[in-house]
DNA sequence: TAGATTGTTAATCGATTAACAATC
DNA sequence: TAGATTGTTAATCGATTAACAATC
């Protein structure tokens, strides 16, 4: 009896995570039309300023509920609340930074993250020499600390800004302290249960997109030196 | 008769960009079993490590040409160097920096970098106060300058890392200083021509990304607030 | 009403996987 | 040789797009 439509529960089984991204994006672009006061919107004017088409802005959102009205289009305002809850950034997310080098300082840093629903409320390091010091507010801890800070402010996500060679360990201790969700930047692939939700951000390879594309596609000025033999034929 | 088969030209007309995220963790992961000492490889132990099928593997591969051999896989040293050139980073990619703020100054520390095959060579802000000083051995700019500084340096990629409010334009003064590629930090979509190729990181659609599977996968410890009605039904 | 735009079903397209002959 | 693993073709799967009745 709870099988067949069940019509209210979001359960989310199938959506695919392509579909999970550019709903950030849809929320990314709806705060920017109701910042520049825009009341309605449609789902072709999504698709433009987000280069998708409307089928598919249409059929992204048909995936969580009826959010607009035929012959209208969206409110601004109400996909906007809906879409935060469908997220989950209609409340703030407690998070815990390991890490706190070059990466990590500027994310502490980095308030207007705080806006997005997410708020860093501990920080924690392998570097002794480290503990204590305040950084915009928050003390660096130990990181043997983890579990008592994660039960303290009821964390339930992580993000990892530690080297390399740290970042598996440090994922693990992570996990063991109950967390769930983790951002991880170091450029390694982490190797935990899979119950653990991981978004990774790896610098190299973002740029490597741009290596490719550079040496491959677009060669409008052939300024490119001299296309390489490839290495075995 | 350049048409149908050519087989030395690794032309990348159709490689998904799937396909090219997945060459970079490709590399990614070659290169550590290097620094264990592995000689050899197999397209079963990448897709093990990497969460990939042994199939995918062999087929992004071939894409681009023959690299394996066949009873044996694949020479970690020679893939490595194969995967690098079709990359583009067999050479160094001199970079410029847009946005000496934060995020902009962990960047500019993060040596580590020009290992990876990119080198920042020069910085731009708006902000006068910055104009002169030095960071990590990088002077910065303002940002008038860009054109002389990507001819100097002969610069190909740009990095953005100013904020939402200012990113469109500097982007624009980007492009206009004859650069076709561009890593955005900026939480907004740029709108440029095609022939740009733009790769973007969004720390806040990143950590929503986590928000979302804790909201709505696992449900293993049912800690989470009970489930809310949708907005209209 | 006429015009616009939704939500949804069916058609298309592309990407992943399975299977296997060829090769070492 | 027997065992392993590639590169590739064919089968499967999933995601995107087109089309349209329903709705405002």
């Not at 480290?130 to 801890?141: A, P, S, V, Y």
């Not at 990892?160 to 930047?185: D, H």
Request: glycine share 8%; with cysteine.
């Amino acid at each position: 009896m709870s099988k067949s439509k069940d019509k209210n529960k979001p359960t989310a089984d199938a959506v695919p995570k392509a579909v999970v991204s550019r709903l950030s994006l849809y929320l990314r672009e709806l705060q920017r039309l109701q910042r520049d006061a825009v009341v309605t919107t449609s789902s072709t004017q999504l698709g433009q300023l987000l280069g998708f088409t409307d089928a598919q802005v249409r059929k992204d959102l048909a995936h969580f509920g009826h959010f607009g009205y035929p012959g209208v289009g969206y409110r601004c305002s109400e996909l906007v609340a809906a879409v935060k809850q469908i997220i989950g950034t209609d409340h703030t997310w407690p998070v815990v930074l390991a890490g706190v080098g070059n990466l990590g300082r500027a994310l502490l840093g980095h308030r207007g993250f705080s806006h997005q629903g997410f708020d860093i409320v501990a920080a924690v390091d392998s570097d002794p020499s480290k503990f204590g010091k305040t950084l915009d507010g928050i003390e660096i801890q130990p990181i043997a600390r983890l579990p008592e800070l994660v039960m303290q402010h009821d964390v339930r996500l992580a993000i990892i800004a530690a080297p390399a060679s740290a970042a598996q360990e440090v994922a693990e201790r992570i996990v063991a302290a109950g967390i769930y969700g983790i951002l991880n930047f170091a450029p390694i692939t982490l190797h935990l249960p899979p119950e653990v939700a991981v978004s990774s951000v790896d610098l190299a390879i973002e740029m490597e997109q741009l290596s490719f594309a550079m040496t491959n596609l677009r060669p409008p000025s052939e300024l490119l030196p001299e296309e390489e033999e490839p290495l075995r034929e």
